[in-house]
């Protein structure tokens, strides 16, 4: 059970590492938090330096999420403790120490993660994000809707274990938590769709 906890921390580590922060002040030497909307992901990273860093972000966020759950998975496969990677990784990301607890929405390292899990119920929630996306213009939304659909996606594909769609649906809730402020701006008619001359 020792490892199985070192290897929960190591899965909050690696998912709370602020790839955007870092990546943006290499390319740009500029904050990524003072750009865009002041978020750490791969979305602001995209506003705040070009397409090559937003690119760059995203897949190194999805990447650190799962390998979270790679690791756990390749020493204890036990559904509980891969959940507990799975969550602790996407509080990483949200909630990271490096900067006092404050850091990004948790929609890259948890489709990582996600992917590890359940491969094709990850991709099926990636249909939906992009649907969404093409639809509404908003970046948010579509990580909403795609959230919301992948513990739905993972009942009917793939029938898992108890635990394994508990773990799933919190981190999904916490990521649409996370969004608290986009869909206060979306009611108000103030958040900004990709295309808007305002979005960068």
């Known amino acids: 059970m020792r490892t199985e906890l070192v290897l ?49 972000v995203t897949v190194i966020d999805v990447a650190k999420g799962a390998l979270a759950v790679w690791l756990m998975r390749a020493y204890n496969p036990e ?40 491969p094709l119920s990850a991709l099926a929630a990636l249909g939906v994000w992009f649907v969404v996306l093409v639809i509404s213009r908003w970046v948010a939304m579509a990580s909403m809707v795609a959230s919301a659909v992948f513990p739905l996606a993972l009942k009917l594909i793939d029938t898992p274990d108890m635990v394994t769609l508990i773990s799933v649906s919190a981190a999904a809730v916490l990521i649409i938590f996370r969004h608290s402020s986009n869909i206060r701006k979306m009611l108000a008619g103030e958040e900004v769709k990709i295309g808007d001359d305002s979005w960068r």
Do not use: Q
Request: glycine residues 16%.
């Open 8 to 56: 929960v921390l190591v899965a909050y580590l690696l998912g709370s590492l602020p790839t955007a922060l870092l990546l943006v002040r290499l390319m740009t030497g500029e904050d990524v938090r003072r750009k865009g909307s002041g978020n750490i992901g791969g979305t602001n990273a995209l506003r705040a330096a070009g397409w090559k860093a937003g690119v760059a």
């Open 79 to 118: 559904s509980g403790w891969v959940a507990a990677a799975m969550l602790a990784a996407v509080v990483g990301h949200c909630y990271p120490v490096w900067l006092k607890f404050r850091g990004g929405k948790g929609v890259a390292a948890g489709f990582g993660a996600f992917l590890v899990i359940a």
